[in-house]
């Protein structure tokens, strides 16, 4: 079993050695504590709604199962201002975005009166059959 840190780093290895590279800038993960915390992930603008960013985030997702490591994330959409994604424009809401992440197994992690929305994802269970 992976720790989440080495969870992290081999997921940015597999990122690095897929053909995501070309379409998004390096989704930005991080170990928090035990927790692989998604602090951004974004596309370039000729590559949206593809499906490219939801290959990233399974990559991403099936590792921490298959290490038992649990996700994190506040959701929000990027701000452009920032340049944290140069060539990426925000074009999902909030609403848009918790939606997505809930598909992909994520769900509301809010404590009262926390005006973030956070967001949890505990591993699944792998099967061997």
Partial sequence: MLSAAAVVEEFIDQWHRSDLVDK???PMVTDNQGVVELTAIAVYEA??????ASRALRMLTALCDANGVTMKLVVRPLDPQLGLTPGCPANRSADELAAW?????????AEPGDDTRTMIRRPRTVSLR
Avoid: S
């Fill in 24 to 26: 998004m800038p390096e």
């Fill in 101 to 109: 992440y809930d598909r992909h197994g994520f769900a509301d992690a």
């Fill in 47 to 52: 590559h949206q709604d593809k499906g490219y």
